[in-house]
């Protein structure tokens, strides 16, 4: 039976959220960069550090099986967490970043010069630049698919932009900037007519959505922790059991081994192969305890919670002259993005931290989706499970006073 939702004692599980900034109370909007820690998942790292820390597979003793044992526990829950086939089809990385590194980084021996990488406009730097770099190194031609106007993914663009020199689409599942929810199950059925890869950066989707890989169909995905209430320096790739066996090794050193010798050396089966040196141990243990403590809660009941939220402040921002929201897509997650005429995002941002209200300004690393919307940065408000409509009011009361001030 799922917990249910109340969001006061949810509240009292964050201690951070009890503090004053600047005299006031604080506000937290700023947890699609990243969202805080529960007492659970803290007390889980501290507990395994205080009781039962070694290395992981690489003893016979006890300290050592009982932090191996936590270790691959973690292992299982983000494989239950995204429905993957099995343990050996989830790798950890230390977050989303190095996880789309590892695959661009795997596929280099299969791009050859005019293979096509397909991206939309909307994606992050972490899912930018490493396709870059196989553009740089190996000429590979990268091809955008732009965004319609409400910020949905043109999937008739995306259509067009697969074809047989394809290798790989490489899409987010909800825009860090705009709240998009992809509709992956269709991309990857686009990619795969085509004979390419996809992989799916879920970084953003993984705390407001149900994530199944088996039924999206998809090559790789991507997690991360400390945007799912668990701790920084810790993420996951999926990998398809086939997919994975194409990829050549990302880094090398202990663990990822068979056999070395002087003149050859052979590698480990997945997961191991792409896990080279001592892992973040304690974060990765932390990463399994924050996906128990999210799934306790009905995920039905947490996106309802997250789009009232959503909508309220969205109204409340359509009353303010001068404001713009950016992404208005049916559906879309707690992530609002917007600009006032006249005024800088991170003047915004800093007025808003006077009266104890965190929020994000900048480009987000989403620099082509800042040129194809027209403008420089943006301000960001991303609403969690633990966020309250009184602090959406303390929010728009606190704008209000710093668009005054700075009109």
């Known amino acids: 039976m799922k917990r249910k939702l109340d969001i006061e004692s949810v509240r009292r599980e964050f201690p951070i959220l009890a503090r004053e900034v600047n005299g006031k109370p604080l506000v937290y909007f700023d947890n699609a960069a990243s969202a805080q820690t529960p007492d659970a998942v803290l007390d889980r790292m501290s507990g395994q550090a205080r009781t039962a820390y070694a290395n992981v597979h690489r003893g016979l003793h006890t300290l050592a099986n009982e932090t191996t044992e936590a270790y691959e526990g973690a292992r299982s829950r983000v494989r239950a967490f995204l429905n993957a086939e099995g343990d050996e089809n989830i790798i950890f990385t230390k977050g989303g970043t190095e996880a789309m590194n590892l695959v661009a980084s795997g596929i280099t021996d299969m791009i050859e010069p005019g293979d096509e990488i397909v991206l939309s406009v909307m994606e992050h730097h972490s899912n930018i630049v490493p396709w870059h770099f196989l553009r740089e190194r190996h000429g590979a031609v990268l091809k955008w698919v732009p965004v319609l106007e409400d910020g949905a993914l043109d999937m008739e663009a995306l259509e067009r932009a697969v074809g047989p020199k394809t290798r790989l689409v490489s899409l987010t599942h909800m825009s860090n900037v705009l709240g998009t929810r992809t509709d992956v199950k269709r991309a990857t059925q686009i990619a795969h007519a085509a004979g390419a890869y996809i992989l799916i950066d879920g970084c953003q989707a993984g705390v407001h ?23 920084s320096g810790i993420g996951a790739l999926y990998g398809r059991k086939e997919a994975l ?107 808003l931290d006077r009266y104890g209200v965190a929020i994000r300004a900048g480009h987000h690393c989403a620099q082509p989706l800042m040129t194809h919307l027209g403008v420089s940065a943006t301000a960001r408000a991303s609403f969690a499970l633990y966020n309250t409509e009184q602090e959406v009011d303390t929010f728009i009361e606190a704008l209000n006073k710093a668009r005054g001030m700075l009109l």
Not at 211 to 228: A, S
Not at 278 to 306: C, N
């Open 209 to 231: 959505m149900d994530i199944d890989v088996q039924d999206i169909g998809c090559d790789f995905y991507v997690l991360t922790g400390h945007k799912i209430y668990g701790p």
């Open 245 to 351: 066996e194409e990829l050549r090794p990302y880094q090398g050193g202990g663990e990822m081994i068979e056999i070395v010798e002087q003149d050859r050396v052979t590698y480990n089966a997945p997961p191991h192969k792409f896990e080279a040196g001592t892992p973040p141990i304690l974060q990765a243990i932390g990463f399994g305890e924050a996906i128990d403590w999210l799934s306790q809660f009905d995920m039905d009941e947490v996106r309802a919670h997250e789009s009232r939220l959503l909508e309220k402040a969205t109204a409340e921002l359509s009353g303010i002259n001068g404001l713009r929201v950016h992404g208005t897509a049916e559906g879309k997650g707690p992530v609002l993005s917007f600009s006032l005429e006249g005024v800088h995002p991170h003047d915004i941002a800093q007025l």
